[in-house]
């Protein structure tokens, strides 16, 4: 077989070479959706911890809760929005370009989140500006996972696309950690007024350096030989969403399912900081303890990542993915009884096992299973849309928990995690169904007769890709 098309880059180019830059993509991806995702989460912990009391009437703190996690599902719903717009953009104009543009969209409306005024300074204007940020938040976060997925992909060797392509989901939990790790001093030193007036600003503001940090580091990134050689005979699509919709529908539909594996996080962050900390539910976990919750079980998962990635070009992408999405959708009920019994112990107990390792075996593999999916004229485009519209159906979830669960009622960890688990019996079916793609070459994915390489000669693939990185 020839192995320049297993090897993207392999032309031309020595393996030292060719490993460089995989390496330069991988740091790319990792970094950029690192700082893009500290811009996204830290809204997200805001929502779920103090927004409810500064952007909305307090004289109902159901309507309060309700309306601010509602919020948070807004920025959802301009995701699919982005997608189109952002993976047309990514398929024609190449990964580069789509990425660079969406930070810079998303440390914009971030830092201008820090500086708007509260409900009780302009009444009704302030959740009205709050949505219209979040609005520019989520479309343009629409395009960073599938536009550095497919970036990392391009730029790995056959054999190894699971592992480098784990990285950009690697990325996005250091951003948690870090969107967690800033509001945790604040919480802590400040006193609670001080921090409800001004100190919850900080974090929005310092989405300046973010942003200046990611420039800096995107700029530096090369375009994909992929997406190059597509351009070089003529075969960049004009129409890349037409082409998906009419190619690769049903696969489009198996992703969509696929990502409504995004309840755990949301379960994990959103409901389940809202049910701990909110006084009307009357839990009383501290906001400064609760949040360390999120920031034990993303360490966690940094570290699991890409051991579940490199297994994953072992055994393959599905397996994982299934096991992922069937014991973590059951550990919610683990995770929401241990906040019931104010057990602050057992409740990171159980963030870690189900957040921070098992729901890693969804979260580590999608990077590289996702965009493997499609072809490369197409690849950008098809993840986009597919994976955001999933998560934006997921992310209106919290609302709806707050809603028939909401403070005062009994059985929560039950109700919320019955639904949680039907969610994640959805995905591990989608997986299920779904082929297997990590012994297809490059340029063969997204053909529906594409055969995989023979186990035996991918492994000894496998092996020499291994081999020619530890030397370089």
């Known amino acids: 077989m020839d192995t320049n098309s297993l090897s993207p880059g392999a032309q031309g180019e020595s393996h030292a070479e060719h490993h460089k830059q995989t390496k330069k993509a991988t740091a790319s991806g990792w970094i950029g959706s690192a700082l893009e995702y500290y811009d996204f989460f830290i809204y997200a912990q805001a929502a779920a911890l103090i927004f409810p009391q500064l952007f909305f009437p307090s004289g109902n703190p159901k309507v309060a809760i309700v309306a601010s996690l509602a919020t948070y599902g807004v920025g959802y719903v301009a995701r699919p929005i982005g997608a189109f717009v952002l993976g047309h953009f990514g398929d024609t104009h190449g990964r580069k370009t789509v990425l660079v543009l969406c ?3 998303m440390g914009f409306s971030t830092m201008a ?15 009205a500006l709050l949505v219209i940020l979040r609005l520019v938040q989520g479309f343009a976060v629409a395009g960073e996972i599938s536009g550095a997925s497919s970036m990392i992909l391009e730029h790995s060797p056959f054999g190894r696309r699971g592992y480098f392509a784990s990285f950009t989901l690697q990325g996005v939990q250091a951003g948690q950690i870090l969107a967690a790790a800033v509001f945790l001093p604040l919480a802590y030193y400040m006193p609670e007024d001080t921090f409800n007036s001004w100190g919850w600003r900080i974090p929005f503001l310092l989405s300046a350096v973010v942003l200046i940090a990611g420039y800096i580091i995107r700029r530096e990134v090369h375009e994909t030989p992929a997406f190059e050689k597509e351009g070089e005979k003529g075969a960049v699509s004009r129409s890349p969403i ?13 992703v969509v399912c696929m990502a409504l594996m995004n309840v755990i996080p949301v379960v994990a962050t959103i409901f389940g900081a809202a049910y701990a900390v909110q006084p009307s539910y009357g839990i009383g976990f501290a906001k400064s303890m609760y949040l360390w919750i999120p920031v034990a079980g993303n360490i ?21 993915i299934i096991f992922g999405a069937l014991a973590s ?15 602050v112990t057992l409740a990171i107990f159980a963030s870690l096992l189900m957040w921070g390792i098992v729901y890693q075996g969804y979260n580590a593999i999608f990077p590289s299973y996702y965009p493997e999916l499609f072809p490369t004229r197409m690849r950008v485009s098809a993840m986009a849309i597919a994976q955001n519209i999933g998560t934006t159906i997921t992310a209106l979830l919290p609302a709806l928990f707050a809603t028939v669960a909401p403070p005062g009622s009994t059985n ?15 995905a591990a079916f989608a997986a299920w169904s779904a082929r297997e793609t990590y012994r297809i070459p490059l340029n063969q994915l997204g053909e529906k007769n594409a055969q995989p390489v023979d186990k035996a000669e991918y492994d000894c693939l496998r092996e020499e890709s291994v081999a020619r990185a530890r030397a370089s």
């Open 412 to 426: 929560i960890p039950f109700i919320v995690g019955s639904l949680a688990l039907a969610v994640t019996i959805i």
């Open 103 to 105: 930070m810079f969209l």
């Open 329 to 343: 959708g059951l550990l919610v009920y683990f995770y929401l009884y241990a906040i019931s019994v104010h057990n």
């Open 242 to 254: 037409v082409d998906a919709f009419k190619y690769n529908l049903a696969d489009m539909i198996r």
């Open 300 to 320: 966690i998962a940094v570290l699991v990542i890409p051991f579940v990635g490199n297994l994953s070009d072992k055994i393959g992408h599905r397996p994982p």
């Open 113 to 127: 989140v820090g500086l708007l005024p509260t409900y009780h300074g302009v009444g009704m204007l302030a959740p």
